[in-house]
């Protein structure tokens, strides 16, 4: 069965665009989360998407958005961007139980000039 | 104060050595405990998995869970060069919405 394949792998861009990023769960995965991987604030959780609908949400400021499409696919999108949000994102799936694990795809690269 | 907190070393032990790693937390809602292991420019992938308290054994691998005192570890046994990564560590009320420690960077030297 495949992983979690996330797109681009890499991006750079430069402050005050906005970037979307690409997530495809594995397959038969309903539940899609999204986290930020920094070397000063580690791994935090953005959000997580299941069955088209937000679940969860973490901390993070209204310019992070996202969404899930019919077929479980995900996108995040970050708007105006900041030379703070050049991270590691990582999206992670998982099945439909309460106690399915999280299994996270390799990460998108940002970096923010 | 974070909720979860993880020593981020970073770690070195010879060939063969039993790595101990641990992380405390503070909130007494966490039920769901895992341990991922993280190699250089890659995602995080699941090593082991906890529900509450008690012990899991994986070949090489044992996770311990002490909710009393809010206390896991993860003990690697007969450790290789291969084991070489960031180890950290996860937990969460519910099974999703992970709140991660800040990762501990191990080294196995031949």
């Known amino acids: 069965k495949a992983g979690v394949t996330q797109t681009p792998r890499y991006l750079i861009k430069t402050r005050g665009q906005q970037v979307t990023l690409s997530c495809s769960p594995i397959?038969?995965?309903?539940?899609v989360s999204w986290y930020q991987q920094t070397p000063g604030q580690g791994l935090q959780f953005l959000f997580e998407?299941?069955?088209?609908?937000?679940?969860n949400k973490g901390n993070f400021p209204g310019r992070f958005s996202g969404r899930q499409f019919s077929n479980s696919r995900s996108e995040m999108n970050v708007s105006t961007l900041e030379l703070g949000d050049s991270a590691l994102y990582l999206c992670?799936?998982?099945?439909?139980?309460?106690?399915?694990?999280?299994?996270f795809g390799p990460g998108t690269r940002l970096t923010v000039l | 104060q974070k909720e979860v907190e993880q020593d981020p070393g970073p770690l070195s032990v010879p060939e063969g050595a039993i790595v101990s790693l641990n992380c405390t937390y503070s909130?007494?809602?966490?039920?769901?405990f895992m341990w991922y292991r993280q190699y250089s420019r890659k995602g995080p992938e699941l090593l082991m998995y906890?529900?509450?308290?008690g012990n899991k054994e994986d070949g090489r691998f044992t996770a311990q869970v002490d909710k009393s005192s809010k206390y896991i570890s993860l003990f690697i046994r007969d450790s290789q060069p291969s084991d070489s990564a960031t180890y950290l560590c996860?937990?969460?009320?519910?099974?999703?919405?992970?709140?991660f420690g800040q990762g501990t960077r191990l080294t196995i030297n031949p």
């Open positions: 992670a799936s998982s099945g439909t139980g309460a106690a399915d694990t999280q299994y």
């Open positions: 397959s038969g995965h309903r539940s």
């Open positions: 998407y299941f069955s088209e609908t937000q679940r």
């Open positions: 909130n007494s809602a966490f039920q769901y």
């Open positions: 906890t529900y509450s308290s």
């Open positions: 996860a937990m969460s009320e519910g099974a999703q919405k992970l709140v």
